[in-house]
């Protein structure tokens, strides 16, 4: 770090703040419409008509979603998978501390299977800070220049939304509106279930190698051998998914590949087939098929039985070949806006770092955003 303004002084974060430990919040004084937000460890997870802190704070998520960094300008409830801010406003800013602890992404630190936050990791960071008022004209500066950010933000993910919706609503409008021809068929009766054939393999016994392995969300690991060779669909089991949509339902596979006891294995004749089964099992909710309560999922003989409107193969090409156009459309439109909005996040931490190293001034930021 280059040499700091006179006045600032490089402190360990736990000389200038202490992450004091959120508390649980009985379920019997949760209440939708409460008058105070309850912080998780990413954001509001309920609200209540208690408080815990009676002042503006920053809020650092402990465990779960540990490191991620809240600020709220209210009373409010910290639960007990979070720390909350306590530090001496006489001598640093609210925003300051917030604006440095967003910069310094604590996520890095988190340790474990269900990530954690150990307090100590934080503590030990040294951080440059300069005095009181210098803190208050840098935040001006940075606030007046996130507006700015946070709209072309705001506007990239709205097209990503908007084109996202786009393919959706043209998918769903696809099964729908059936043609000539349509007809229902469960869906054992137009492929073959492979199921028989998956073969799990422990974590402890996987050698390492160039061949795909397959589980519930797409690729899982490597290995060096093979069960399948040919063009496949596979579908979630992992009932948690198909109520939550957090991965695709139903994927492609092609070639030499080896599939877990987490995704159901169908075979089809023909590959227009396969990707119209795709694309509608995609469009639907598998929730009326997934049974269990500890451990939800969609069972073989659910899947099996799942009725599909099946339309004339010269109707399927056409559908698949429209499908595959509009989605190449829409992905090539998600990856320039992804870009924008990872430029837009590094731009963030650029001005940042300048903040933080005494270079901010009005004048160098407008140069950034403007580049």
């Not at 920053?58 to 530090?87: C, H, M, Q």
Request: some cysteine; aromatic content about 10%.
């Amino acid at each position: 770090m280059s040499q700091l303004p006179v006045g600032w002084n490089n402190k360990r974060l736990g000389d200038v703040f202490k992450l004091e430990y959120g508390k649980p919040l009985p379920k019997e004084e949760r209440d939708a419409k409460g008058k105070y937000p309850a912080y998780g460890a990413n954001g509001v997870k309920c609200r209540t008509n208690k408080f815990y802190c009676d002042k503006p704070s920053i809020i650092v998520g402990r465990k779960g979603s540990a490191g991620e960094v809240n600020l709220t300008d209210e009373k409010f409830w910290p639960l007990d998978v979070t720390y909350f801010v306590d530090f001496d406003r006489n001598k640093y800013g609210l925003m300051f501390l917030y604006h440095s602890l967003t910069s310094l992404r604590l996520q890095s630190l988190a340790k474990g299977v269900k990530p954690g936050l150990n307090r100590n990791d934080v503590y030990a960071i040294k951080h440059p800070f300069p005095p009181l008022s210098e803190q208050k004209r840098i935040v001006t500066i940075l606030d007046k220049a996130f507006v700015g950010i946070s709209q072309a933000v705001s506007n990239a993910e709205k097209i990503l939304s908007n084109a996202r919706e786009l393919f959706e609503s043209y998918l769903n409008s696809v099964f729908t509106q059936k043609g000539e021809g349509w007809v229902e068929k469960r869906l054992i009766n137009i492929c073959e279930n492979l199921d028989s054939k998956r073969i799990p393999i422990t974590k402890a016994k996987r050698t390492s190698g160039k061949i795909p392995y397959y589980g519930a969300s797409g690729i899982v690991d490597h290995v060096a051998d093979y069960i399948f060779d040919e063009d496949l669909l596979l579908v979630s089991e992992d009932g948690s998914n198909l109520l939550a949509r957090t991965y695709p339902t139903a994927f492609s596979i092609s070639g030499k590949t080896w599939v877990n006891n987490h995704a159901h294995v169908l075979r089809f004749t023909e590959k227009h087939s396969q990707k119209f089964i795709e694309y509608y099992l995609n469009s639907i909710s598998l929730e009326p098929y997934v049974s269990g309560m500890a451990q939800p999922k969609i069972n073989q003989k659910s899947l099996n039985n799942i009725q599909v409107p099946f339309p004339p193969m010269s109707e399927q090409g056409r559908i698949v070949d429209s499908l595959y156009v509009l989605n190449k459309e829409t992905q090539h439109l998600e990856t320039i806006y992804q870009q924008k909005l990872a430029s837009l996040a590094e731009l963030k931490q650029s001005i940042l770092q300048k903040a933080f190293t005494g270079e901010l001034t009005a004048d160098s930021v407008q140069q950034q955003v403007s580049a």
